[in-house]
């Protein structure tokens, strides 16, 4: 009963460095996102997947950066890491078709850029 | 556009008092889903309830309520004799049918402290 799975849990990087939050679900989901959550704030879509094949962007996409070759991956690439990507990273995903599902979350991951 | 507003930022009760978490939203669209998650201390976002806009009954499980009014755009959390275990945040989300799964919008949660 895995769910969603997000590694890692905790990362420190230097402004610059790059990164790749992993992701993935063993739900058969057809949808999965990527969300930030700021201190104190509510969550903010950066990316979602439809599908294998396809992505799409959120509300704040900008240093980010996604693929989704697989039903159940869905890797969040940081390319240039700067102190505002500071965050709580959050993976989800859903189903959506006949029966639209809520979302299931992942633990999340503690991103600091110092 | 969608909105979702939770204007209780933080609230404070003692242990076995009832708490209602209020939830406003927007859309244009007539059909749509709201939901409920929590996020205890521990950090994990945990579901709780999903409502279509179509069904305005009210829901109760457990010492948890819900109250669905579409005439005021109104989508409320109660809990009933408050526990310890309740403190956490609560986030109220919307995603409309037409685009379902391309857009939740997520307030900006509501924090709750239950003090023994």
């Known amino acids: 009963n895995a769910g969603v799975t997000q590694t890692p849990k905790f990362r420190i990087l230097k402004i610059g460095q790059s990164m790749t939050l992993q992701c993935t679900q063993d739900m058969n989901h057809n949808y999965m996102y990527w969300y930030r959550q700021d201190p104190g704030m509510g969550l903010k879509l950066i990316y979602y997947?439809?599908?294998?094949?396809?992505?799409d962007k959120g509300e704040v996409p900008n240093g980010y950066n996604v693929s989704r070759s697989t039903t159940e991956d869905f890797p969040l690439r940081l390319e240039l890491a700067a102190p505002s990507q500071t965050s709580v990273y959050f993976c989800?995903?859903?189903?959506?078709?006949?029966?639209?599902?809520?979302?299931?979350f992942g633990d999340g991951t503690r991103l600091s850029i110092l | 556009a969608q909105k979702v507003t939770q204007a209780q930022t933080e609230i404070s009760v003692v242990e076995k008092e009832d708490v209602t978490l209020d939830c406003v939203y927007e859309t244009r669209d007539t059909t749509y889903y709201l939901f409920w998650y929590k996020q205890p201390p521990s950090g994990e976002l945990v579901f709780l309830i999903r409502r279509n806009s179509f069904d305005e009954q009210n829901e109760i499980s457990g010492r948890y309520s819900w109250n669905f009014q579409k005439s005021t755009s109104s989508f409320n959390f109660t809990i009933t004799a408050s526990q310890v275990v309740d403190s956490a945040v609560y986030f109220c989300a919307l995603s409309e049918a037409s685009n379902y799964g391309q857009n939740f919008v997520f307030g900006p949660g509501t924090r709750l402290s239950v003090l023994p």
């Open positions: 997947s439809v599908g294998a094949g396809i992505t």
């Open positions: 989800a995903s859903s189903y959506v078709g006949n029966s639209n599902q809520p979302q299931h």
